[in-house]
């Protein structure tokens, strides 16, 4: 008995640690797949000699703030601004991201333009809150303060940031005249420092735009130079600072061309032409500005330099081109710049620019048969580039002023496409792609010597990741697609998940597109047919009924097999086959049974089951989608609905086939109602419209273009019980939650989520997603549906409506205010919902209940900030199975389904009452034995003392609680044998 208390004991130690961090348990790891070869850093980067900031991507993180200092344990993400695998830029352009150090600070601007400060060590970042909500444009420096531009409500405004202590101020309002065309954002403003001072810009209702400067303060804020007088715009572009100056060029009244400020001083320095063509880049170097220009209209392509003075500015090269501008981005270093100049389309050469001694040389660095010098950046007192060598291989070159130049010795790359950063004495790149380090972050010093890895910044390896599972009653099913694609099927245990292999072919080389897109896999029984694609051979459908044996090829079409629907113990689908266009055919699963069910041509989109009737397809010829139904017994087909196409090169194919009784319900568009809801039994006289919620379509006859109105767009349809739930847009409301039993007198607005005519499906900062709509992905779980939506307060959350309106609520804000949790992969299990989600520990599995409080991270798969990114959760048996991403490959994980909390609003457990005597103490399962893992479960029960019911076998007093006596009882039977007491 002794050695039964202290296995309790054991058991209670590990069991508690193990559920408070993750309940769910690994199925199997998945292989890793093929390392990945494109670049994920340094992006948009910036350096002060010891260290250096840029925005690098992962797999787990997506692109986050990063710093260097040439060192692996000085490599490392300042921090996760945007949880999960969306990152900084989601959506936008990298472009978009810029930042600039301060002292020790890294004062960072993300893609949805927001303004964040590092630490002193690079290790976090924290929020910079402007007092409103407002979209930061650009960042600068005056002094020891961020200076950033940004657009609110309130409009356009300068402020100043102290990095040290987080804090903001207003610097100054901008205001502009209906006349005048706003710049902000849309037009950066050029931060240029220079003394402590920062000039930039910036337009207002009385001079139009003009030079601004400030040095962080409001009292030294304010207009430096009215250089074009009175309300006309002088538009300063192309603001650098040489030396002790500033360029810029600029238009007065009588005089464009080239400015320079000097010692607080404003004063023009030569004519030079300020308009579109020619375009104009400028390089600012030590002793003065370049300035190229590629002119196409007069085929002259030139590079003009200042050094301030009407003197000393100067044509220094000008060629005339032929077909396309020759000089292509260079960079300034010293007083030389360094242009790559096209001479064909396949050859380039390097030439120098030196304004110093105003000589001009280009290199032939044999590049007759590369095509180009690329990636010129400044490194130190030299420039640094890429191109191949006299053997054509590709490498890094540098050269001096004056010298001429040499490539790096021991450094070879096999892409052009690199990043580079330049720290001190290192040169930093990623992208090189040298077979082994793929996206790691690489060095290299002027003589190759410390060459060599930094950090594995984006993974070695691509984590691959089941995207799909399809569910039979008895298995899982999912397709990995990296090194060694295969299908794979899982009961929900380790021993029962394993690849498939046909036999006599060699399916696990076979890309299982259908398994990454549901609509092409059919379940019959337990039995699953799907569809593959494999180099030579082309798409195949398969039949697998788990087992190796029983997983075998029904058919070998050369061409797409798609749109596979079970209906009655069939599957139908369409299938292209030799002929080149597609024909409708069923089978029973079997080879024999696999055959051509017509001979005309059918264009299926989708194929559904109405009822028991009839098989109900949409179909499109890409001119007039229909509604058409199948007779498979006599071969039939019958037209139910011809809806002509809303645009001339919009059509608008029927979709959403759900079934509502023994009709079907879906979404379409026709000429004289626009895009709404309709219903079908099977016949043309039953195929009508269900209700049309937007009734203000106008179109013009002649061109069917929609001129006012265009239906209300339903989409994300679901069905609970007898109802419809799905979002809509009357034309008052915007895009919000309807519910529907197919009437008009049934059909009603649930809830205006966001009031006005704005949509929950279109995210708050919608100047960076104009026309942008997210899917809701809603789905039925109990007596209630969940679906995804933005409120414009608290971000992208999870919702849940039971139809009323004051039952349709924010379920919970799992990433506080407007920040998104962005939540993805819905699934209904059991009355309950399970999803993944992002908060400050990653992106990572949760479950709900349908309350808040009910609604808690099921388990912190990968630790800490990175994110395991949960795909969709099916059931297979006893048991939940779901993908995950860990940091070197894809799992599938699981976890039992009595596990699931109960849904709210259901029947509560029944109250356990006293076992007989004859029962075993801890045969939870009634098998006549106890095992460790009824023990285990014992001993979790007892730890979270939350009733007795999962295994009342172990509560002999009934009192719906599992004390130790019981549990030393349930391991005195476990070590003894079964016995009754």
Not at 405 to 411: E, L, N
Not at 476 to 484: C, L, M, Q
Request: include cysteine.
């Amino acid at each position: 008995m002794a050695g039964g208390v202290i296995l309790a004991a054991a058991l209670s130690g590990a069991i508690s640690e193990t559920v408070a961090q993750d309940p769910t348990f690994l199925v199997q790891e998945l292989p890793a797949p093929a390392a990945a070869k494109s670049s994920g850093a340094p992006i948009a980067g910036v350096s002060d000699g010891a260290r250096g900031f840029f925005f690098a991507t992962t797999e787990l993180a997506g692109l986050e703030p990063w710093v260097s200092d040439g060192t692996e344990d000085g490599t490392h993400q300042v921090h996760d601004v945007i949880p999960g695998a969306r990152g900084v830029a989601f959506g936008l352009s990298v472009a978009s991201l810029s930042g600039v150090i301060i002292e020790d600070r890294f004062v960072f601007r993300t893609g949805q333009g927001a303004i964040w400060v590092s630490d002193s060590a690079g290790r976090s970042a924290s929020p910079v809150d402007l007092g409103e909500e407002v979209v930061v444009s650009e960042v600068g420096k005056a002094g020891r303060a961020a200076i950033v531009m940004a657009e609110g409500d309130s409009g356009p405004g300068l402020w100043s940031i102290d990095p040290f202590i987080g804090q903001a101020v207003l610097l100054r309002r901008f205001e502009f005249s209906d006349a005048l065309e706003v710049s902000f954002p849309d037009r950066p403003a050029q931060f240029t420092e220079l003394d402590g001072i920062s000039y930039f810009p910036a337009e207002d209702a009385e001079t139009g735009v003009e030079l601004w400067s400030t040095d962080g303060t409001v009292e030294g804020t304010g207009r430096f130079a009215d250089i074009n007088p009175g309300e006309a715009s002088s538009n300063p572009i192309h603001l650098g600072r040489a030396g002790d100056r500033l360029f810029f060029l600029a238009r007065a009244r009588w005089r464009a061309g080239l400015w320079v400020v000097e010692g607080g001083s404003l004063r023009f320095v030569a004519p030079y032409l300020v308009q579109r063509q020619p375009a104009v880049t400028a390089y600012h170097a030590d002793g003065g500005v370049f300035l190229v220009q590629n002119n196409v209209l007069t085929g002259i392509s030139e590079v003009f330099h200042s050094d301030g003075t009407a003197e000393g500015s100067r044509t220094l090269l000008s060629k005339r081109v032929v077909r396309f501008p020759s000089i292509a981005a260079g960079v300034a270093v010293g007083h030389t710049l360094y242009v790559p100049i096209q001479q064909t389309f396949t050859r380039s050469e390097l030439c120098s620019v030196d304004a110093a001694i105003q000589e001009v040389r280009c290199f032939d660095l044999d590049l007759r048969r590369i095509e180009s010098v690329t990636n010129l950046a400044a490194w130190g007192n030299r420039a640094v580039f890429t191109a191949a060598d006299s053997k054509r291989r590709l490498r890094f070159w540098l050269v001096e002023e004056g010298g001429d130049p040499w490539p790096i010795p021991r450094v070879r790359l096999r892409s052009s496409e690199v990043n580079l950063l330049p720290v001190g004495d290192l040169l930093l790149y990623t992208g090189g792609d040298d077979d082994i380090s793929g996206r790691e972050l690489l060095k290299t010093d002027s003589s190759g010597l410390e060459a060599g890895t930094v950090a594995n910044i984006a993974l070695d390896v691509e984590a691959d990741i089941p995207t799909t599972l399809v569910a039979t009653r008895t298995h899982a099913y999912f397709g990995v697609s990296g090194r060694t694609p295969g299908v794979w099927r899982s009961d929900g245990t380790s021993a029962g998940t394993f690849r498939l292999v046909g036999p006599g072919r060699l399916l696990q080389n076979s890309a299982p597109y259908s398994l990454l897109d549901s609509p092409s896999a059919a379940a019959i029984g337990d039995r699953l047919v799907f569809r593959t694609w494999a180099a030579m051979r082309g798409y195949e459908l398969w039949v697998t009924d788990g087992s190796q044996t029983g997983t075998t090829v029904l058919l070998e079409p050369s061409s797409e097999t798609f749109s596979l629907t079970e209906h009655r113990g069939l599957v139908f689908f369409t299938n292209e086959g030799n002929r080149g266009s597609p024909k409708l055919w069923v089978s029973d699963g079997t080879a024999g049974g696999t055959a051509q069910l017509l001979e005309r041509s059918f264009y299926a989109t989708y194929l559904e089951s109405i009822g028991d009737q009839v098989v109900a397809y949409s179909g499109i010829d890409y001119e007039f989608p229909r509604i058409e139904t199948v007779d498979p017994g006599a071969g039939r087909v019958e037209l139910l609905k011809d809806f002509y196409r809303r645009l001339p090169s919009d059509p608008i194919v029927p979709r959403w086939f759900l079934p509502l009784g023994d009709q079907v319900v879906f979404a379409a568009a026709d000429r004289e109602h626009g895009d709404e809801l309709w219903i079908s039994d099977g016949t043309a006289e039953g195929t009508r419209l269900a209700v049309d919620i937007n009734p203000n379509l106008v179109v013009d006859e002649s061109t069917l273009e929609v001129l006012a109105g265009a239906g209300s767009y339903p989409h994300d349809i679901v069905s609970l019980g007898d109802r419809l739930f799905f979002f809509a847009d009357d034309g008052r409301h915007g895009l919000e939650l309807w519910t529907s039993d197919a009437t008009r007198d049934g059909t009603w607005l649930v809830r205006d989520i966001v009031p006005g005519p704005d949509s929950p499906l279109v995210t708050y900062d919608r100047e960076y997603y104009p026309s942008s709509t997210e899917s809701s992905q809603m789905v039925a779980a109990g007596s209630r549906v969940f679906f995804v939506a933005d409120d414009w307060i608290h971000g992208r959350e999870v919702w849940t409506s039971d139809g009323s309106e004051e039952g349709t609520f924010l379920l919970r804000d799992i990433a506080p205010g407007r920040r998104s949790s962005n939540p993805t992969s819905l699934s209904g299990i059991d009355g309950v919902l399970l999803f993944s989600a992002c908060d400050e520990v990653g992106c990572e599995p949760w479950v709900s209940n349908g309350s808040a409080a009910g609604t808690t991270r099921l388990a912190d798969i990968v630790p800490g900030p990175l994110s395991s990114s949960p795909t969709v959760f099916v059931s297979v048996g006893d048991r939940v199975v779901f993908g995950v991403r860990t940091e070197r490959a894809g799992q599938v994980r699981g976890f039992p389904r009595e596990e699931l909390p109960s849904p709210v609003g259901a029947t509560p457990r029944p109250t356990p009452t006293a076992r007989p005597s004859t029962t075993c103490p801890g045969d939870c399962n009634s098998d006549g034995s106890v095992a460790i893992s009824e023990l285990i479960r014992g001993v979790r029960i007892a730890l979270a003392d939350d009733g007795a019911a999962e295994c009342a076998a172990l509560d002999t007093n009934g009192d719906d609680r599992i004390a130790v006596n019981e549990l030393v009882g349930g391991v005195a039977a476990a070590l003894r044998g079964c016995t009754a007491v």
